[in-house]
């Protein structure tokens, strides 16, 4: 099997992606730092027709209203850093820096016993697709990192 520039750049866009998704996490959480979250907890809510009194409308409204203001900051904090690695590896990558494969098979790695035990532990169909999404991107990486030389 040989790689093409093409499946690593697809790796890139799906490193990019993430790297967006979380980007817009980071703004999120920074524009809701300051509020009053038990308010706007309340808002939600109340804008999805639910009784703010009923149980499980209450332990969300809770919950959120404990988080504090530095947790919501080191949050936010931690979403950009995120971004920043998802964009540098994304770049990498649709470089062809050598690198940046490693991580990218190493990072997807990381997260495989994670997924399969998300998947085990509640199985949906979004579970089994970002834990297959994630394998073959560690085969892929693999096989670009060590390509089998054609058998004479």
Do not use: C
Not at 12 to 20: I, T
Not at 75 to 90: H, N, S
Request: hydrophobic letters at 60%.
């Amino acid at each position: 099997m040989i790689p093409s520039d093409k499946g690593i750049r697809a790796i890139a866009m799906l490193e990019a992606s993430k790297g967006v998704l979380a980007l817009l996490v980071a703004i999120g959480l920074h524009a809701y730092a300051g509020a009053n979250l038990s308010v706007l907890a309340t808002q939600w809510v109340t804008h999805l027709h639910l009784n703010p009194a009923s149980h499980y409308p209450s332990i969300f409204i809770a919950a959120i209203g404990s988080v504090s203001q530095s947790s919501l900051t080191l949050l936010a904090l931690g979403a950009a850093a995120y971004t920043l690695v998802r964009f540098i590896e994304a770049y990498g990558l649709w470089h062809n820096m050598r690198w940046t494969q490693w991580f990218a098979l190493f990072s997807g790695a990381i997260y495989l016993p994670f997924e399969l035990y998300e998947m085990m532990s509640h199985f949906s169909l979004l579970s089994v697709i970002v834990l297959l999404i994630n394998l073959v991107v560690v085969i892929y990486m693999y096989f670009v990192l060590f390509p089998r030389k054609a058998a004479i």
